[in-house]
């Protein structure tokens, strides 16, 4: 797709998460297609991990927790920055701490974090639904994750759609389309990630999201490697749901 933003926060991203059991849940990400990149014992207990497109740095702690998080170089000048745009940090860097953390909530309470940047991370280059060719949504051989297909959002539930958006565009996103049905809602990117933000009461918490155009085959495949846990929602639509309690939505893809 042309024409998309700069990323405003930083170049790399994951989508933070908590969990009292790293093995578990790394286990469970690993039926839906992520593999293990890194892990380290400092500052806490971790494991980052990735399907090729996106990534999720697993976190233990007792206290559940998902954010988008960015690794960030320029502290400071960012912050500086986002609160002259208006912005409010929940939390603002510790400046002892050897790595800087800052926590920002979006209206509906959604968490943002900046991270001081890890020498050698990277972002993932497999496509996302924001970067794949059109023509090859039909094709799932290309899919870069073979078993959950496209990451298409990581799609959040708001009370205000004009509101939460305007909170968003503040963070360098940009509106790249939006509906009227069956509820107000739009996708947004900053360029790197891809946000939803969806004006329903159907779900209540932000849901990493893919999509498949073969996703009949993908969910009997993954009931039959024994994921039990999960929601069906209609039709080729399944919601999983993690040892975190975290949720994941793999929907079917076009007509």
């Known amino acids: 797709m042309n024409n998309l933003p700069t990323p405003k926060l930083g170049d790399v991203s ?41 990534q999720i740095m697993l976190r233990q702690d007792k206290n559940p927790y998902i954010a988008l998080t960015y690794y960030v170089k320029n502290m400071d000048e960012l912050i500086a920055g986002l609160e002259a745009d208006g912005l409010t940090i929940a939390t603002k860097p510790n400046p002892n701490d050897m790595v800087q953390r800052c926590l920002i909530k979006s209206p509906d309470g959604a968490n943002i974090s900046l991270v001081t940047f890890v020498d050698g991370f ?38 205000d759609f004009d509101v939460s958006l305007s909170f968003w565009q503040k963070l360098g996103f940009k509106l790249l389309t939006s509906h009227q049905m069956p509820y107000k809602w739009g996708i947004l990117t900053d360029g790197l990630n891809i946000i939803g933000l969806h004006q329903t009461t159907d779900f209540s918490i932000p849901t990493i999201t893919y999509f498949a155009s073969d996703s009949k085959q993908k969910i ?36």
């Not at 992520?34 to 990735?50: A, N, T, V, W």
């Not at 970067?131 to 073979?146: F, H």
């Not at 846990?229 to 994941?248: A, R, V």
Request: net charge neutral.
């Open 122 to 159: 990277t972002q993932p280059t497999g496509a996302t639904l924001l970067t794949m060719s059109p023509a090859d949504y039909s094709k799932p051989e290309k899919y870069p994750n073979q078993i959950c297909g496209i990451f298409g959002e990581f799609a959040h539930p708001v009370a």
């Open 220 to 255: 009997d495949k993954i009931k039959v490697a024994g994921l039990t846990s999960y929601i069906e929602k209609g039709l080729n639509n399944i919601t999983f749901t993690s040892p975190e309690k975290q949720q994941i939505n793999l929907f079917k893809l076009g007509m």
């Open 14 to 54: 994951a989508v933070t998460i908590t969990t009292t059991n790293l093995e578990k849940s790394l286990a469970f990400y690993q039926q839906l297609g992520f593999h293990e990149l890194f892990r380290s014992d400092f500052p806490f207990p971790l494991i980052k991990i990735s399907d090729g497109a996106i």
